[in-house]
Nanobody
Framework: QVQLVESGGGLVQAGGSLRLSCTAS????????MGWYRQAPGKQRDMVAT???????NYADSVKGRFTISRDNAKNTVYLQMNSLKPEDTAVYYC???????????????WGQGTQVTVSS
């Protein structure tokens, strides 16, 4: 069983920064894509940023130039550095990892429990 544990959320003023972390633990062969989604109250869960095991990144247009995703494959950890935060960035942030359980098998997406990010104006 795979577990994703997030940390780093909190309350910050507009223009400030936060860094989220998410570590995968358990028994698995490898991890393909890792990334972050967010969900504001009353809205759907939207992709924020993703990163492949090779380091290829993808960002939502709303965060390009402000957020940076990175990962440490040796630690099974993905990070999200969030700068120039805006009130509209307020949401619960969820990390995910596409877990490959064995050689030649497909992947299964696992999710973290979510961490609250609140940006005050």
């Amino acid at each position: 069983q795979v577990q994703l544990v997030e940390s780093g959320g909190g309350l910050v003023q507009a223009g400030g920064s936060l860094r989220l972390s998410c570590t995968a633990s358990g028994r698995f062969f490898s991890i393909n894509v890792m990334g972050w989604y967010r969900q504001a109250p009353g809205k759907q869960r939207d992709m924020v940023a993703t990163i492949t095991s090779g380091g290829t990144t993808n960002y939502a247009d709303s965060v390009k130039g402000r957020f940076t995703i990175s990962r440490d494959n040796a630690k099974n950890t993905v990070y999200l550095q969030m700068n120039s935060l805006k009130p509209e960035d307020t949401a619960v942030y969820y990390c995910f990892a596409d877990i490959i359980s064995g050689y030649g098998s497909g992947y299964r997406r696992s999710w973290g429990q979510g961490t609250q990010v609140t940006v005050s104006s």
